[in-house]
């Protein structure tokens, strides 16, 4: 079984090395005809991505998985039009690869310069969302990256049929289909394989829960970048306008509670938790939201559900929020850099020096005032498609679009330069 594992991933491994360098050449014209070809190719599959996706959603519900995940998994006719055009909107923007990003002379006449590339082959391991599948094949080819794709056993059936018709496509278009690659097989001992191919993987970007993100940071060999769990606060100041607030609050939590940048916590100024909590705590429950809450807040309203330690830490990925009255912005700020994970953070005041405070002190990848955190997205940035949002700190945070999923490297240019 050991051997057979080994040979299914280093043959796909393999495969996208050469496609990588083939894809290299590639220019920017051709990338942009393939994914506009490959958008051309899910609408005209449309139906048999749908049947493949219905299997994968029938054998979710028999298995009691929540509705919230399951909002994640489930495609459409609307959503697979949605993934056609997110590719057509890839190929409009500019390109990066070949990007001369600057240039200067050295006192001795040698230019400098620095140019964008490539980083190779991105391997991608990703839970229930079938869309990534095409989301970030788009975002790679248009940056030249050759992709592996190993999805959750609950969406096999839909990224199969989805990379199969990029595959296509991509035949059609005169690339290596091999520049996308879906693994065929769920069990875990494949993905683990799949993390030690540092000879032909130059990344790795896991998308997913926290115990995904974690077993891939710990037993890969090859560099990974962290896309992390969503952990979001909103904080509602004391000069807040509370009826937008509420507004807010609502879009955050309610929109789709299954996705990472959704609220799952709600701090609120001790000056106006009497005012406000009654209110926004009866628009959640108006929208199947369960409130759990801190001492505080159950003193003003004590039939809501006590929220324990744990509570501050956890994405719930549903219709659950957690309340916790404070005393004022620095203990906002300390709380959600103690428990947030570094994902989005919203204040609502109407105070531009309490909003920069936040901004400049809240550790996350993004943070908003007056917004709802369900903007943290590369397509709603402006950036096009993503291949995820990015938790950490090195090369890249936030949304990863096509020039987060680029390199650079030095051209020097002389005249017989020798060094003295």
């Known amino acids: 079984m050991r051997q057979e594992v080994k040979k299914v991933i280093v043959e796909i ?44 959603v029938e054998a979710a519900r028999a298995k009691g998985v929540k509705e919230a995940l399951i909002d ?13 055009d997110n590719l057509r909107e890839v190929a409009e923007l500019p390109d990066a690869v070949g990007e001369i990003v600057k240039t200067w002379t050295r006192p001795n006449g040698l230019i400098i310069g620095l140019l964008r590339v490539p980083l190779g082959v991105i391997g991608i391991i990703y839970e229930s969302r ?45 690339l290596n289909k091999d520049i996308i690659q879906v693994v065929p097989v769920t069990e875990r ?27 891939v940071v710990e037993k890969s060999t090859v560099p990974v970048i962290e896309t992390g769990t969503g ?10 306008d509370l009826t937008r607030a509420i507004d807010i609050v609502i879009n955050a939590k309610c929109q789709r509670p299954g996705v990472c940048n959704a609220a799952e916590k709600l701090l609120v100024h001790q000056s106006v938790a009497k005012q406000f909590l009654p209110k926004v705590v009866s628009a959640l429950n108006l929208n199947g939201v369960e409130v759990r809450a ?10 809501l559900k006590p929220a324990v330690e744990e509570d501050w ?40 020096n ?17 917004a709802s955190t369900r903007f943290t997205d590369g397509n709603q940035f402006g950036l096009g498609a993503e291949i995820g949002i990015s938790t950490q700190k090195l090369h890249a945070r936030g949304p990863m679009s096509i020039q987060q999923l680029t390199t650079t490297k030095f051209f020097i240019l002389g005249r017989g330069h020798i060094r003295q």
Request: include cysteine.
């Open 354 to 370: 309490k909003a920069l405070q936040f901004i400049n002190e809240v550790d996350s990848a993004a943070v908003y005032w007056n």
């Open 130 to 174: 079938p869309n990534v599948t095409s989301e970030a094949s788009g975002v790679c080819i248009k940056s030249g990256n050759a992709i592996i794709l190993r999805g959750g056993s609950d969406a096999i059936n839909s990224n199969m049929a989805i990379g199969n018709s990029l595959r296509e496509a991509l035949e059609q278009s005169g």
């Open 294 to 303: 801190c001492e505080k807040t159950m003193q003003l309203l004590p039939n």
């Open 231 to 240: 952990n979001c606060h909103i904080y509602v100041e004391g000069d807040a």
């Open 189 to 215: 001992s494949y993905a683990e394989k799949l993390m030690t191919m540092r000879e032909y993987i130059d990344v790795l970007i896991p998308r997913g829960g926290a115990n995904l993100i974690k077993t």
């Open 72 to 84: 994640r998994l489930i495609l459409d006719k609307k959503r697979v039009n949605s993934m056609a």
């Open 13 to 56: 491994c393999q495969k996208a090395k050469v496609a990588s360098a083939q894809l290299a050449k590639a220019s920017a014209e051709q990338r942009n005809k393939a994914l506009c070809s490959m958008a051309d190719c899910l609408e005209r599959s449309c139906a048999q991505i749908l049947e493949a996706n219905k299997t994968d």
């Open 313 to 352: 830490g956890t994405e719930y990925l549903d219709l659950i929020i957690a309340i916790k009255i404070v005393e004022n912005i620095d203990e906002a700020i300390a709380h959600i850099n103690k428990y947030g994970t570094n994902h989005s953070e919203s204040i609502l005041t109407a105070d531009f």
